[in-house]
């Protein structure tokens, strides 16, 4: 049998979303999306499932069996990418949310993110090189000089030039200050970068004949740390003085990873050997630049663990609808879906992945009300909402594309674990959504250290009224969820108080307390999601009900053991030497 390779759109639920849950034909009223209008947003969801379904979700199977891979000093994609490639770019979908002067289509972020999904869950692998196509727009029209932006986007958003991110290096992971790539200004007044990168995603292809490093390098004299790291852009070929692409730019891929998931992507070790770099932004300023790029990958990885979990969910309930098992002797098997264990692991996947959507989505809607609101107060509130939601979409919605993936395997039993049902691939794909992009841990201690407390608190203070509110006007759609969700809110708040008044006495115990922290975040947040999805169905036609009602009583009350667990403190966590912890009792 050949593997299974398909993808089945959630176009309706996101329409769903877009027009009932988040006010999506309201944004198009705002100046800057008024040249859009939501037929032409709903033509775009249909045509961006036919993209996804028919020429992106066959080749997700066919990179993962046959990898990308080096020869010859340059990377070949997997089979049917270039093709794929080149049906994406020109039908204009790396700029759907770009600006209109650079190529773009000017849509809504959340009408992009609602696009990611789709490509995402059709193969997240391909996925990766739009991302950073975009982001790295999205750096470069942020902080880049008007030359870097003339030469740059437009082509960056045509999908003419492909682009990466350049910051891991072997002695430099989480702890991006100690990056030692060099940076030289030579007396010809040019920048040239020196130094070794590794995992860089699509550090080489075949796709475009010019790639954009956007890098991560150390000037001479520079302070230690991340103050004294500042950004450059680093074409791999030279670039005459007309944008034409010319030899080398001593850049070169020298390895591609061999990897759990993923596997179309290629993961590269780049040699960066004197290239001529050009620099964006002010020296120092390196670190606070990237974050244009950084955060809007954090939220897109959010969507792939969305994405993963749908699309993991659509096979799930088609299979446990097939599949027939158990059920009274003599009497013809019943449906995997009839058996309460089953329906209980599809209700959760259901609750997951639809509750994410509605998150992440949420995300975005309030980026692009703190972009476009014509009310200033809005926007400041839209931000800071999105700020506090971005680690936490991030972290837990990775966690969830990894957790919904390994339930479908566990609908589909033994049929799972092997190849040819497709299932087992969204799981090893899903694992590293957990580590890239900020490894889920290190997004936690950002929460509770940075986010929590700062501006006094006006973040979590947001959060919290919106859900208060919320609970206040649609308590009768789903009375059950409500009052989980009210105690829930209750135990959030406790942790909330609880770090914010050991954050500087007790560092220690405020970390070890930050990802059940997190998760709690979490958990409040798709409570609040179910409880505005719920109140959006009145009649229970999409069957929003029945899973508000599943994660009321079955989700929800694991607040208490996460607010627990989270103001527990690092006693335990401290008992053992590093030496003894460490000691395996062999
Ligand atoms: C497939 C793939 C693609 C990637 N693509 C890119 C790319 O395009 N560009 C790029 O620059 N990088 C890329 N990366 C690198 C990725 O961003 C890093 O793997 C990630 O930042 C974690 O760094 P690390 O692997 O060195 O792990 P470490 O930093 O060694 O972390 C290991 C574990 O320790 C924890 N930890 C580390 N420090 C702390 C701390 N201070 N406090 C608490 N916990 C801590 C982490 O949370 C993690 O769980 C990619 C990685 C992979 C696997």
Redesign the pocket.
């Known amino acids: 049998m050949d593997r299974v390779s398909r993808y089945t759109p959630p176009i309706a639920d996101q329409r769903f979303l877009l027009e009932h849950v988040l006010d999506g034909p309201a944004l198009l009223k705002l100046p800057a999306y008024r040249h859009v209008d939501w037929p032409t947003v709903t033509h775009v969801l249909d045509q961006a499932g036919r993209l996804a379904s028919d020429i992106l979700a066959p080749i997700n199977a066919r990179g993962d069996e046959q990898p990308s891979r080096l020869a010859d000093g340059r990377v070949i994609t997997s089979p049917g990418y270039v093709e794929a490639y080149r049906a994406f770019a020109e039908g204009g979908w790396i700029g759907l949310d770009m600006p209109v002067a650079q190529g773009g289509q000017g849509l809504p972020l959340v009408v992009q993110n609602a696009f990611a999904e789709m490509v995402n869950g059709a193969c997240v692998a391909f996925g990766?090189l739009p991302l950073?196509q975009r982001a790295a727009a999205r750096l470069l029209m942020a902080h880049g000089s008007a030359s870097l932006i003339d030469t740059f986007v437009p082509r960056l958003v045509a999908g003419d030039w492909g682009a990466?991110?350049?910051?891991?290096e072997p002695q430099?992971?989480?702890?991006v200050g100690r990056i030692a790539t060099r940076a030289e200004l030579g007396d010809d007044g040019l920048w040239r970068v020196t130094g070794t990168?590794?995992?860089?995603?699509?550090?080489d292809q075949d796709l475009t004949p010019m790639i954009a490093h956007l890098l991560l390098a150390r000037t001479p004299g520079a302070p230690a740390g991340t103050r004294g790291l500042s950004l450059f852009v680093v074409p791999s070929h030279r670039l005459g003085a007309d944008g034409a692409i010319g030899e080398t730019n001593g850049v070169a891929a020298t390895r591609v990873?061999h990897?759990m998931g993923?596997k179309g992507?290629p993961?590269c070790v780049m040699n960066f050997d004197g290239a001529l770099a050009y620099p964006v932004g002010e020296p120092g300023t390196g670190m606070r630049c990237m974050f244009t790029m950084v955060n809007t990958m954090r939220l897109e990885v959010a969507m792939q663990g969305v994405a993963v979990a749908g699309a993991a969910t659509a096979r799930a309930l088609e299979y446990a609808a097939e599949r027939r098992q158990g059920g009274p002797a003599g009497q013809p098997p019943l449906p995997l879906a009839s058996h309460p264990d089953v329906r209980s692991m599809l209700l959760e996947m259901r609750a997951l992945s639809e509750g994410f959507r509605a998150l992440v989505l949420q995300a975005a809607y309030s980026l692009d009300l703190a972009h476009a609101s014509e009310n200033p107060e809005e926007r400041r509130r839209s931000l800071a909402l999105a700020e506090w939601l971005l680690p936490v979409c991030k972290a837990a919605g990775s966690d969830a594309g990894f957790r919904v993936a390994n339930l479908a395997v566990q609908v589909f039993g033994g049929h799972g674990y092997i190849s040819d049902s497709g299932v087992e691939q969204y799981v090893r794909d899903a694992r590293?959504m957990s580590?890239?992009?900020?490894?889920?841990?290190?997004q936690a201690?950002d929460l509770v250290t940075r986010k929590l407390g700062a501006e006094g608190g006006q973040r979590f203070r947001l959060f919290a009224e919106a859900i208060a509110s919320d609970l206040d006007a649609h308590r009768s759609a789903c009375p059950a969820l409500a009052g989980s969700l009210e105690a829930a809110l209750a135990d959030l708040r406790a942790a909330s108080d609880w770090l914010l008044a050991h954050v500087a006495t007790a560092p220690q115990a405020c970390?070890a307390g930050a990802r059940p922290y997190l998760d709690l975040v979490a958990l409040v947040a798709i409570g609040w999601m179910w409880l505005r999805l719920a109140a959006a169905d009145p009649e229970n036609a999409r069957g929003k009900q029945a899973i508000a009602l599943f994660v009321g009583e079955q989700l929800l009350p694991a607040s208490a053991l996460l607010r627990q667990r989270a103001c527990a403190g690092a006693t335990a966590l401290g008992m053992l030497s590093l030496e003894e912890l460490c000691r395996y009792p062999a």
């Open positions: 990766m950073m990466t991110i350049c910051i891991s430099a992971g989480s702890d990168k590794i995992f860089i995603t699509y550090g990873e990897k993923l992507s993961t590293v580590i890239y992009e900020g490894a889920n841990g290190i201690i970390e």
